[in-house]
């Protein structure tokens, strides 16, 4: 399964829009069973993966992310897992910019997988061998905000349409 995986995660990303994820995992990471969970083997570096992940998602106008990391990452100890300390380091430089969400893995995984009930999923396996390294990008409108939908959604339950809108019936 040693697809080209940037050219697979750019076409994706072409396709995906809010809802869908897109997650760069560890070596151990499972292949998930559900069928919306596409699955694809990037025999690199995880932190060159999620680099030049990041720039493709910085490229996309129509969607932003939500970023994921497991919790646990911030417990592992460097004796239990040599390199972990380094890898925080530059994860720490990768993911600069949207706020980062630290959850526990199986919060993470039980969000990922009810998103696969009715959207799609990429996993990209890298070669990385260091436990809950694994991370996460829930994908998000890229021109539409929370409080511009709280706004919109506050405006139907009252009848508010902006002036513009009054002035066309659409019932005609």
């Known amino acids: 399964m040693s697809q080209n995986w940037e050219e697979i995660v750019k076409g994706r990303l072409q ?28 025999d690199e570096e995880q932190t060159r993966v999620l680099e030049l992940t990041c720039a493709m998602l910085n490229r996309c106008k129509h969607i932003k992310a939500n970023i994921y990391t497991d919790k646990e990452l911030t417990f592992v100890a460097e004796e239990d897992a ?63 905000n929370a409080e511009a939908e709280k706004k919109l959604r506050a405006a139907m339950r009252f009848g508010d349409r902006p002036r513009n809108a009054r002035k066309r019936r659409l019932d005609r």
């Open 82 to 144: 040599p390199g972990i300390e380094f890898y925080r380091e530059r994860l720490g430089t990768l993911l600069t910019g949207p706020e980062v969400r630290v959850l526990p893995h199986e919060e993470i995984i039980a969000k990922l997988d009810r998103a696969g009930e009715l959207f799609r999923v990429l996993v990209v396996k890298t070669n990385m061998r260091l436990p809950y390294t694994s991370v996460f990008f829930e994908l998000d409108c890229g021109y539409w």
């Open 15 to 42: 396709v995906y829009g809010h809802r869908n994820w897109l997650v760069i995992a560890d070596s151990a990471y499972p292949a998930q069973s559900r069928q919306a969970i596409e699955t694809i083997v990037a």
